[in-house]
C-alpha cells in the first residue's frame, strides 16, 4: 500500500536509490532539490530535510523569489517512489510556467496510478489551505501527466510560450 509521508531523513539510503534511477542530472519534478542541494552526505540531507519542513512552515519567511510550499513523499515499504509539491500561492513564475502543484515519480514506479493518488490527496490538502482553485502545468508532450490533471476535472486553459518552452496550463475548481 503507498503512503504519503512528510519527508523524514530516514529515507536517505531510499531517496539515493530512487534518484539514481532517475538518471544522472534528471530534474526531480515536485522534489524540491534545488541545484545547491547537498543530498548525497547525510548532514546535506539533513539540512535539505529541514529546508523542505521550513518550506511548509507559515512562520518562516520562504527563500528569495519562492513560496511556501507542502512537500510529500511518495513511499511503499520502506521504497522511495516519488514527490509531490503543493505551493500555497502562486509568484508570477508559478502563474505562467510552474503552477501549485508538481510531482514525480521513478521511472519503475510509472504507470500505476500512483500521480493520480497521491494528486487526490494533495487537492484535499489544497482545499484544506483555503484555496478555491489550483494550477497545473505539463509540457504538451507529457500526455501521462495531462491525463492525470485531466482526471481530477482540469481545464484548460491555454498553451502558453514561455521562453524556451510551450506549456499547457490547467485550472482545477475545488470549489462546489
Ligand atoms: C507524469 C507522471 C507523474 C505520471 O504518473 P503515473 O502514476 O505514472 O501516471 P499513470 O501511469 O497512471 O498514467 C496516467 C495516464 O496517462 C496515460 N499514459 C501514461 N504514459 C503514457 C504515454 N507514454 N503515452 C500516453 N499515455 C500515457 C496512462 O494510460 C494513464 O491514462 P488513464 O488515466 O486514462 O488510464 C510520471 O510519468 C512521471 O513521474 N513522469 C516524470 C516526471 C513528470 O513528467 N512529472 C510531471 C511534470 S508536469
Redesign the pocket.
Do not use: E, F, V, W
Given at each position: 500500500m503507498p503512503k504519503l509521508i512528510a519527508p523524514t531523513v530516514v529515507l536517505h539510503a531510499a531517496f539515493l536509490e530512487a534518484r539514481e534511477e532517475w538518471g544522472e542530472g534528471a530534474w526531480l519534478?515536485?522534489h524540491g532539490v534545488r541545484p545547491t542541494d547537498d543530498v548525497v552526505s547525510a548532514a546535506g540531507f539533513e539540512r535539505w530535510v529541514a529546508s523542505l519542513h521550513d518550506q511548509e512552515d507559515v512562520s518562516i519567511p520562504p527563500i528569495d523569489g519562492w513560496v511556501h510550499c507542502t512537500y510529500r513523499w511518495i513511499v511503499e515499504d520502506e521504497r522511495f517512489l516519488?514527490a509531490i509539491a503543493l505551493r500555497h500561492t502562486l509568484n508570477d513564475w508559478l502563474l505562467q510556467t510552474g503552477g501549485h502543484i508538481?510531482?514525480?515519480?521513478r521511472p519503475t514506479?510509472?504507470?500505476?496510478?500512483?500521480?493520480?493518488w497521491a494528486l487526490g490527496h494533495t487537492l484535499e490538502t489544497a482545499r484544506s489551505l483555503g484555496l478555491d482553485r489550483v494550477l497545473l502545468?505539463?509540457?504538451p508532450g507529457?500526455?501521462?501527466?495531462a491525463?492525470?490533471i485531466e482526471?481530477h476535472g482540469g481545464v484548460l486553459e491555454d498553451i502558453r510560450n514561455t521562453g524556451p518552452d510551450r506549456v499547457k496550463r490547467y485550472w482545477i475548481n475545488l470549489r462546489p
Open positions: 519534478h515536485g516519488g508538481g510531482y514525480g515519480l514506479a510509472r504507470g500505476r496510478g500512483l500521480a493520480s502545468t505539463c509540457h507529457n500526455t501521462a501527466s491525463r492525470t482526471a
